[in-house]
């Protein structure tokens, strides 16, 4: 990466992902046979890397793989999608995160995580291979990792000039420094009702986006499927409309599409309705194709 380029660091997780093809959705106690068992390559952190890249942003994964074959595997994907991955530690001893992955015919997906060596991107891991990442305009980070890591990666974005962008995914609580150095706050309807306390956001994600806004960050954007997303910052809040897809195939790896290719977009100097919109577009293709990249 050079000095001036359009860089994003993705500071997240590595994980294997184990796709299990199922017939029908599972009713709790029941025990099925999959149809079709695959491995991938995946995690949230590495599929958004894999996603920023391909949508032009030169990348830098900061994360971590277990000493095991699947650690390989997974950081040579990444390297052969564009991704530069001198900042993968390899942790002796631990095995590669895992993801458990169902799909069933209507495209919907479940996952169960193992995160293994994802556990060791703490504060301590991002502040150490921190100095040597390369020149970047854009951190984009997500909870699969410790949260003192992510919160740590915010705390010296900050500092260097990058610009914050997380997903709370998986949600779960966050202390309010976090929040506030984001720009933006990215989230689903189901973690904005998390963040917000709610049962449900309602029929208007419009307003749980403008809410979000008074839990610190300097933007929030809230993905809602078909309906598009809502974008609420400085100049008020609005409703992006989706891109209209043929048929879904499989909607594992939606989010992360959108995530990465907002970045890209974002590094590229793009406001953010235009960085909105280029992650609905990536997020409407990739509902199309099976997997998570």
């Given at each position: 990466m050079s000095a001036d380029s359009r860089a994003v660091v993705v500071v997240g997780s590595i994980n294997e992902d184990v796709m299990l093809q199922l017939g029908r959705r599972i009713h709790p106690g029941e025990t099925v046979t999959a149809q079709r068992v695959e491995r991938r390559p995946g995690g949230k952190g590495a599929?958004?890397?894999?996603?920023?890249?391909?949508?032009?942003?030169?990348?830098?994964?900061?994360?971590?793989?277990?000493?095991?074959?699947?650690?390989?595997?997974?950081?040579?994907?990444?390297?052969?999608?564009?991704?530069?991955?001198?900042?993968?530690?390899?942790?002796?001893?631990?095995?590669?995160?895992?993801?458990?992955?169902?799909?069933?015919?209507?495209?919907?997906?479940?996952?169960?995580?193992?995160?293994?060596?994802?556990?060791?991107?703490?504060?301590?891991?991002?502040?150490?291979?921190?100095?040597?990442?390369?020149?970047?305009?854009?951190?984009?980070?997500?909870?699969?990792?410790?949260?003192?890591?992510?919160?740590?990666?915010?705390?010296?974005?900050?500092?260097?000039?990058?610009?914050?962008?997380?997903?709370?995914?998986?949600?779960?609580?966050?202390?309010?420094?976090?929040?506030?150095?984001?720009?933006?706050?990215?989230?689903?309807?189901?973690?904005?009702?998390?963040?917000?306390?709610?049962?449900?956001?309602?029929?208007?994600?419009?307003d749980a986006a403008r809410e979000l806004l008074r839990l610190g960050p300097k933007s929030a954007v809230v993905t809602a499927g078909a309906a598009g997303a809502a974008v609420a910052d400085a100049a008020g809040a609005r409703l992006l409309p989706a891109v209209p897809v043929r048929a879904v195939v499989d909607t594992t790896g939606a989010g992360d599409a959108f995530a990465g290719a907002l970045a890209a977009a974002l590094a590229r100097g793009a406001d953010l309705d235009a960085a909105v919109t280029a992650g609905l577009r990536a997020g409407a293709e990739a509902v199309q194709r099976a997997g998570a990249r």
């Open positions: 599929n958004q890397a894999v996603a920023a890249a391909a949508a032009g942003a030169e990348v830098a994964m900061l994360g971590a793989v277990g000493d095991d074959p699947a650690g390989t595997r997974m950081v040579d994907d990444l390297r052969r999608r564009g991704v530069h991955t001198g900042p993968v530690r390899t942790v002796d001893g631990v095995s590669t995160g895992t993801a458990y992955v169902t799909v069933t015919p209507d495209g919907e997906s479940t996952i169960v995580l193992d995160p293994g060596a994802n556990e060791f991107v703490d504060t301590a891991a991002v502040e150490a291979a921190w100095p040597s990442l390369p020149p970047a305009d854009v951190l984009l980070s997500l909870l699969e990792i410790p949260l003192a890591g992510v919160t740590a990666a915010v705390r010296l974005a900050a500092k260097t000039g990058m610009r914050p962008v997380v997903t709370l995914a998986p949600a779960r609580p966050v202390p309010g420094e976090l929040l506030s150095g984001l720009d933006p706050l990215l989230v689903n309807e189901h973690e904005a009702a998390f963040l917000l306390d709610a049962g449900s956001l309602g029929p208007d994600v419009v």
